[in-house]
Every structure is written in structure tokens, then in C-alpha cells.
């Protein structure tokens, strides 16, 4: 048996679902707080894998993205059946929907906390739209334009 090492992103997801289905149990009524439950339970098994398959093809362990999109196909159709069997099973849909919900603030509050420190407030860019440099930069190009295109343009 494989040892299952979860990352902390997933377990601050896996906490703050136990507090949302705790809270919920408290609450709400139980057929909203088991399909929290569930749909946290759904989506708590893809986060897992879209993490360890996302560590995999970045790590160079998945060779070309074909293989990653082929998994992630299957995770999605895995998923999509767990919540049609929900639904038909009698799940209350906005329970389920905050359930499935469960990984966006775990993601944001981690990005929050790994967020690149500032050590000097005086190196941070300009962000002045008024600046003429701005008419330089395009987002397509991921580039300055030499002062040569820039006129051609």
C-alpha cells in the first residue's frame, strides 16, 4: 500500500470542508449538510489528483501533455457521474455546489500565504496606466516593443 502524503493545500482544503460540514450539520438541515458532505467529498478526491497529476507533468514524471489531458478527461467524467448519481440520489444542489466549492478558498488562502514577500516597497513597478512606457508593453507579446516597432505600429 502506497503512503499518501497529502501537500498543505490539501489538507487546509480538507479542514476548512470539516469545519463548512460541521457548521452546516449545525445549522442547516441534514440533507444539506450530507450533500455538503458529499460534494466536498467529490471534490476533494480531484483536487488531490489534478494536484499529484499537475506535480507529475511539471516534475517531468508525465512525458508531453497528451497523457495529463487524457487523465484529466477521465478525473472530469469521473467527477461530472459523481454529481449526476448525487442529484439523482435526492443531494440538495446547493449543498453539493458549495461542497464542490471547498477548493477555491483553500487555494486562495494558500496563495495568500506562499505570496512573494516585499522587502522594499521602492523596488515594487509603477503601476501608473498614464505612463507612457504602458503603450510599450503588450500582453500578446509578452514584450516591450523596441522603439523601432513601435512606431511602425
Known sequence: MSNLR??????????????????????????????????????????????????????????????????????????????????????DPVGLVIGLSLAMPATLIMAWINRPRVTDPETLPALDADDPEWDRWSVWRVRELPAAEEEDE
Request: hydrophobic share 60%; no cysteine.
Open 6 to 91: 497529502l501537500e498543505p493545500v490539501e489538507r487546509l482544503n480538507l479542514t476548512l470542508s470539516a469545519g463548512a460540514i460541521a457548521t452546516s450539520f449545525a445549522v442547516a438541515t441534514p440533507l444539506f449538510a450530507t450533500s455538503l458532505a458529499l460534494g466536498a467529498a467529490l471534490e476533494a478526491f480531484n483536487y488531490g489528483a489534478l494536484h499529484r497529476s499537475a506535480r507529475a507533468l511539471f516534475g517531468g514524471a508525465i512525458q508531453g501533455g497528451g497523457p495529463w489531458v487524457a487523465v484529466f478527461a477521465m478525473r472530469f467524467v469521473f467527477l461530472s457521474v459523481g454529481i449526476i448519481l448525487s442529484m439523482q440520489a435526492g443531494a
